[in-house]
């Protein structure tokens, strides 16, 4: 079986596992305890913290812990939001390929009287700075961007676009969550305000992230109860989740280096071998892209038959985002950066993870070849092109 689906969820790391497996045996303690049993567990808790913020250029107050991106990205944009909305700011600009945890997000508050920008992503799948500039007025009360796209991997101009929104005095956040412990990422040199990231996007458990609030940024909790994470995050914290949370990303953030040269060539043969398929074309700018990201299109097939058929063949991967799929709607992402619906439907995506062998890679690019051939053989809109009934787009 090869996995290839590393940007719906990532496997966790040996040193994650043997983290989280230790402290749930021994220091099982609440960390808002006094004694010993909660103490030991908060010195957990607070070094996880420490970590976590000098991955990314931060300081440990400056981050606190949630269940994961969703919850990060919902928190960071309301917080930002609604303080805006006290100056009488009630504009928010943000792109249109968006994770649905920022879209969805964006929309509740639309409907409550915001005013959102989505910006254009155009086809090779980058937002331009100098747009997000001419996009800010008087009243934008947040600049949203999210750092790597989870479908097509492009990587966003974000320290750029974050140096327009501190001349602007406006906030900026970023969904980071496809970025952390994939590429360098670090919140002063990109001038990052709120920034949201995933545990199991790097190899730590389900259930963990983070988000990152600049020193004097103040956030609303989403959640009310106890006063954790200093009144920001309600709730007892999963001292387990965070600490292997952390211990994968220290690891990922040490091998950013060997995980780029070890990948980069992998996903650059696979994407001349699938280039070789008639009417496909590469998703996204083929340069600024992470190292794991294969992202096609190709004319005339179904992309959920083709991971059916990959699946049959030992080969998982997506055709959009999980949360996408089982829906008849093509990716809003594809849809974005211009394809047309019918060229949308036959996509993959395909993101590879740094134990890939190169036979492995093979066995991938010659298995979709086959797989397309044989979609194509019974499809009528394939049919009908090669006919000259319809035009080709691809
Ligand atoms: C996976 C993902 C999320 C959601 O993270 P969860 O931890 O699964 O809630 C948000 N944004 C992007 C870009 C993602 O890839």
Redesign the pocket.
């Known amino acids: 079986m090869i996995y290839a689906d590393n940007?719906a969820t990532t496997k966790m790391s040996k040193t994650a596992i043997s983290t989280m497996v230790s402290l749930m045996e021994d220091t099982y303690g609440n960390p808002s305890s006094l004694y010993e049993f909660g103490q030991k567990a908060k010195e957990v808790l607070e070094k996880a913290r420490e970590d976590i913020a000098g991955s990314i250029g931060a300081t440990a107050r400056e981050i606190i812990f949630t269940?994961?991106?969703?919850?990060a990205?919902n928190q960071a944009i309301i917080s930002a939001a609604k303080a805006g909305e006290k100056n009488g700011k009630k504009h928010i600009v943000s792109t249109a390929f968006e994770?649905h945890?920022?879209l969805h997000t964006l929309k509740k508050l639309e409907a409550e009287g915001f005013e959102i920008t989505l910006l254009d992503v155009h086809s090779n799948g980058i937002v331009s700075a100098e747009e997000v500039e001419n996009a800010i007025r008087e009243d934008t009360a947040l600049v949203t961007v999210?750092y790597?796209?989870?479908e097509i991997g492009t990587i966003q101009p974000i320290r750029e676009i974050g140096a327009v929104c501190r001349k602007h005095g406006v906030l900026f956040h970023t969904?980071a969550?496809?970025a952390v412990g994939h590429i360098s990422v670090n919140v002063v040199e990109d001038n990052i305000d709120l920034l949201?990231a995933?545990?199991?996007?790097f190899h730590g458990p389900?259930g963990t992230?983070f988000l990152y609030a600049r020193k004097g940024i103040r956030l609303l909790p989403l959640i009310e109860g106890g006063a954790q994470e200093r009144g920001r995050r309600a709730g007892t914290e999963n001292v387990p989740g965070i600490a292997a949370m952390a211990a994968a990303l220290k690891e990922a953030v040490s091998n950013l280096d060997s995980y780029k040269a070890k990948l980069t060539p992998v996903r650059d043969k696979i994407i001349a071998g699938l280039r070789e398929i008639a009417h496909s074309d590469l998703n996204g700018d083929e340069e600024r892209r992470v190292p794991g990201n294969i992202s096609f299109c190709f004319e005339g097939i179904e992309g959920e038959s083709l991971l059916l058929l990959l699946d049959d063949k030992g080969i998982a991967a997506s055709s959009g985002?999980a949360c996408t799929s089982g829906s008849l709607d093509p990716s809003h992402v594809l849809l974005a950066i211009g394809r047309v619906h019918d060229v949308a439907h036959g996509s993959l995506r395909l993101s590879i993870g740094e134990d890939i062998s190169d036979e492995e890679a093979d066995f991938i690019v010659n298995a979709v070849k086959e797989v397309v051939e044989y979609l194509r053989g019974f499809s009528p809109v394939w049919r009908d092109l090669q006919a000259g009934k319809g035009k080709f787009i691809l």
């Open positions: 940007a269940s994961g991106g969703s919850e990205d994770h945890a920022v999210m790597v796209n989870n969904d969550v496809q949201s995933s545990g199991h996007k389900k992230g985002s």
